[in-house]
C-alpha cells in the first residue's frame, strides 16, 4: 500500500511537470502548425539563464525564473519573426529551422557552460512526511505553479481577444486575416509565449532534477509522446494525457522496473493511438 | 585524334606525377593524426573530454619535446576528434570518419556502447585503437589491435568491496545502472563481486534519458538495502539518484563502483552534506602530488585549465604509450607492429606510477593496461581522501 500510495504522488508530480513542458509544444503546433524541435533547446536554456541568473548576477530565484521566462519568449518570438515567418507553411523546412536551433542552443551551452552539471538547487528545501509517504516541498511548489500556468494560458486563449485572435488564425488563416488578424505580429507572440512556457519549466525543473547542456534531449521525447497522445494541438488533451503518462510511468517503473516501465509507457500509449489514431482530443486539432 | 589523345595521356600523367612528386614532399614534414573518439556532447560528453584533453595533452609533450623519432623522421603529432555522442553508431561512424583523414591510431572511445561499435570497423581499417569502458567483451584475442586502459571491474571492485565492508559492515546492496550495455556490464560484474564476499545484491535497470528518478528510487528501497550503488550512471544521473533517495528518507551509505565524476555527483546531490556517506572506484591515485601535476602540465603545455573529469589522468597514460609504441616500432603506418612495440613497453608512467599488463583472466588476452587506482570515501559529510591501490601483474 506504501509504494501504492508513493506511486501516486510521484505521478501526479511527473504529470504536473510534462503538462509544463507539453503546453508550449502543442501551443505552438496548433497555432502555427510547427513541430518545435527547439523545445527541449527551451527547456534548457531557461535552466542556464536562471542558472546564470542566480548564481552570476545574484538575483533571487523568483526574478531569475521571471528572467528566464523574458528571455527565452524574446528568443522564441525573434527567431520565429525572422527565420520561421518566412517559411511557416513548409513544415519540412521548419522542422529543419527548429532542429538546427535545437543543436545551437545545446551546442552554445556546451561551449559556454561546460559538459558537467552545476550546482543549482531549489531555494524550497524540506519534505513533508506523513509515515512512509514524503512530498518534497520543491515539488510542492512546482505543481502549484503548473495550476497557475495552466490556468492563466486557457483564460488567456479562450477568455482574451488575443486568445480568440491567435485561434482564428490557426482555424482558418485567410479568413482570419480578411478580418484584421495579422500573423506577422501573434504568430511570434504566440510562439514566445511557448517557448516562454518551456523557459518557466526549465528554470523550475532543473534545479529539481538536473542542469545540463543535454537536459533537453529527454525534455523533446516525453513532450512529443504527450502531445501526441492528447492530441496535437489540444491543450486540454496536452495536461490530460501528461498526467496518464505521469501515473502510467509512476507505477509501471515502481512495480516493474525502469526498464519494463518504459515499455509499458510507450505499449499504452500505442494502445491508445490504435483506439483513437488523433489522440485522445484529436478533434481539436487545427484545420488551418 | 590517337595522337592527340595520347599527347593528352601524356600530359595527364606528367601533371599527376607533379602532383604526387608534391604530396611526396609535403609528406617528408611527417605528422601523425591520432585520433579522439569519444562523446564530447550529451550526458557523457565530460569523459570524452577528459579523454580528448589527455590525447591533446599527449600529443603537445611529444610536439614540445621535437616530435617522436619515427625510423629516419622526425614526425609531428596532431589530434583529431570525432563526436559519438556515447552511442554505438556515431563510434562506427567516427572510425570511418578518422580512417578517412589518414588516422592509424585511435585513443577512445570511452563507453561500452561506443567501443561495441568502434571494434568491428576498426579492425577492417587495421587500426590501433586503445579503448575504456567496462565491457565484458571490451577486448579479446580476436581483436589484437584493441587495447584496454584499465583496470576493469573485475580488477578494482574486490579491494574497494572489501574495505567499503570493512567500513560499513553491510549485508545486502542494491546496485541501480542504465539498462544498455555501459551499465548492465559493469553492474553485473559488481553485483558478483559484492556476493563473492557474502553481501546479498540486487540490480535495477533504468532507461537512459530518465529524467526523474523517484519511481526507481521508490522501487529500489523496497527491498530494504543497507547501501545502494550508482555504479556506472552518469554522474548528473547518480547525483540526482542520491538527492531523490534521501528525500525518501533512505540514510545509509552510497557506493559507486563505477565511472568517475565524484565531483559533480556531490554538486548534483546538493552538497557533500547530502552524499553523507560515500564510497567510490577512482581511476587514479588523484591525491598524489604526482598525478596531479598532469594539470599543472597540460596548463603549461596547452594554455587552458584541464578538463575537470579525473579520467583524463588516467587516459593521458595510454596515449603516451601509444606514441612510445610507434617510437619504439619504428613505423607510423604498420599498426600490427605498433602493437607488438606496446605490448612489450613496460608499464611505467613519470606520473601514475608502475602498473602492469592484465587482462588474461577474464578477457583472455593481456592487453588491458593496469594503474594503480584509488578508492574514494566520505564519511559523515567528510571527504576523507582517496587511498591508492596498486595492481599485480598476471
Redesign the interface.
Known sequence: MHEFLTAGIIGISLGAQYALLALGFTLIFGILGVINFAHGGFYALGGYVAYAAVSQAGLPFPLAVLVAVVATAALGALYERFLIERLVDDHLATMMLTLGLYLVISTSLLAVFGPQSPEFSFPVKGTLRAGTLYLPLENLVVLAVCAAAIGGLWLLIYRTDFGRALRALADDRRVAMTQGMRPGLLFPLAFGLATGLAGLTGALVTPILALSPSAGDPVLVTSFLTVILGGLGSIAGAVVAALIVGFVEAYASVYLGGSTGALILFVTVLVILLARPTGLFGREIRGA | MPGIAKRSLAASAFALGLVLAGGAAAQTACEIKLGALGPM???A??WG?AMLGAAELAAAEANARGGLQVGSQRCSVSVLSYDTRYTAEGAAAGVNNLASQGVRFIIGPVGSPEVTGAKPVATRHRLLMFANSYAKNAIGPQWPLVFHLGPGPSEWAPPIVRLAKEQFGMRSVAIVAP?DQGGTDIASVDAEVYRRHGIAATE????R????F???V??LL?SRPDVVDTASSP???A??IIRQLR???FTGPIGRLGGPGT??II??A??IDVVRNFYWYEVAPTEDPRVRAISDEYRRLLNREPP??TNMWLWVVGARMTLRAIERAGTATDTGRVAAALRELPVEDPNLGRGAWTGQSFFGINQELSLPFGMGMILDGRMVGVRRIDVSPQ
Open positions: 556532447s550529451g550526458p560528453a565530460q573530454l539498462n535495477e535497470y533504468y532507461q534519458g530518465t529524467t526523474n523517484a519511481p526507481i521508490t522501487r523496497a554522474p548528473g544521473d547525483g540526482l528525500q525518501a528518507g565531483e559533480e554538486r548534483v546538493g552538497g575537470e573529469n
